[in-house]
C-alpha cells in the first residue's frame, strides 16, 4: 500500500468530496439537540428532516457554510417522539444520520 491508500484509510476523509462529517449530539435527545458537520470546501448546504413513512418533519433552506466545522441548534419540542432521517444536502454529495426523539418524563 502507498501512503496516499494508507491516509485515506485511516482519515476517511476524500479531500475531493465537500462533506467531512455529520453527525448529532445528544442522540437520542429530549426538547434539543445539536446537528454538527465538517466541510471540505465552501458549499450550499440544506437540511431536511423525514419520520420513518417519510413525511418531511422540518427542512432548513440552503445557507452557504465555509470549509470548517459548524453546529447547529435543533429545537425538537414540536416533534413527536420517535426515529427520524436527517437528510443533508450540499451539490450531488447527501450524508444522512438517524436521529431518535424520546421524551424524559419527570
Given amino acids: ?5 494508507i491516509e485515506r484509510l485511516v482519515t476517511g476523509i476524500d479531500p475531493n468530496e465537500a462533506i467531512a462529517g455529520l ?3 445528544p442522540n437520542p435527545f429530549n426538547k434539543q439537540t445539536s446537528i454538527n458537520f465538517s466541510l ?3 458549499s450550499k448546504v440544506s437540511f431536511k428532516l423525514y419520520d ?4 418531511m418533519a ?3 433552506a440552503g445557507v452557504s457554510y465555509p470549509a470548517g466545522n459548524h453546529h447547529i441548534s435543533l429545537d ?3 416533534l413527536v417522539p ?8 450540499l451539490s450531488d454529495e447527501p450524508a444522512v444520520q438517524k436521529m431518535i426523539r424520546i421524551v424524559v418524563s419527570k
Avoid at 52 to 55: H, P, T
Avoid at 82 to 89: A, P, R, S, T, V
Fill in 1 to 5: 500500500l502507498s501512503v496516499p491508500v
Fill in 23 to 25: 453527525s448529532v449530539f
Fill in 40 to 42: 471540505q470546501k465552501e
Fill in 52 to 55: 420513518l413513512i417519510g413525511n
Fill in 58 to 60: 422540518g427542512s432548513m
Fill in 76 to 78: 425538537a419540542t414540536g
Fill in 82 to 89: 420517535g426515529l427520524y432521517i436527517l437528510k443533508m444536502e
